[in-house]
């Protein structure tokens, strides 16, 4: 395809890239090397390592939202590392190669962006969103995996985190026009949810209790899908803020935090979140 040669490397930093990543590829050789390799990479396995690649995704995402550049670099390599490594695996079980990930990498971007790569043609989002949705139907087809959405869905989330499948489901439904319009909608549908979760527990049906806190819980993930917030991170940064505030709670009670009352919490509670607001000066 002529169109292939249409961008080319250039001069200095993508050669010097290549040449890094020729470097990558002979560390990870050595890494997995069945005499002279690390003994705790020689026994990983694809299944093995899907703990750290879950760990490597989050952290990778956290520094994308504290904005850190240096962090964003380093996760990144780890992201890669994983990669990699995955890679070599499938080579030494004489599953697929590097090189295999690569090209079909490779074609599967030339595939889908047809009026970059076939015709130059400038197109809008929603269009370059509806190619990448037609040919990639077309290409299950073609493959003979054409199934129901819903199906292909159970596939996708049976491994993954129930935040990470229920990002993956608002994501996937949204394509078939199957979204939110508003915050107003969701808030809506989350009061709704409350209310049928207090009727499970006034009614005490265990089961009942447990399927109702689950709506509410999967509709605020689409809450933070819609305001595009990382779950992980958000309720991470509210872990750290309520232990700022209970570590001053802890310094006003002393030795006698055990025998507060839940009126005695909450005046300290205020405290705690007044002075770390800046509103109450610090005690020196």
Known sequence: ????????LENNSDLETINSFKILISNIKALKDKTWGCPWQKIQSHVSLIPFLYEESNEFI????????????EEL???????????????EEKEFTLNDVIKNLNKKIINRHPYIFNKKEKV?????????VNIKNLEKEATHMKSSISRNLNLKIKNLPPTVGTDKITNIVK???????????IFKKLEEEINELKEAI????DSEIKNEFGDIYFTLLNLSNFLKINPESALQKTNIKFLDRFSI???????NIKKQTPKDFQRLWQIAKQKLAGKIPKSK
């Open 249 to 255: 709670v802890e310094e006003h009670a002393g030795d």
């Open 175 to 185: 394509e078939y026009g199957f979204k939110w319009e508003s915050t107003d909608e």
């Open 62 to 73: 956290d520094a994308i939202y504290e904005k850190n550049a240096d962090n964003i670099c």
């Open 124 to 132: 809008s989002l929603k269009k370059s969103q509806q190619i990448w």
């Open 77 to 91: 390599g780890d992201l890669l590392l994983q990669i990699m490594l995955h890679a070599e695996i499938g080579y």
């Open 202 to 205: 006034n009614s005490k049906n």
């Open 1 to 8: 395809m002529s169109s292939n040669n249409r961008y080319k």
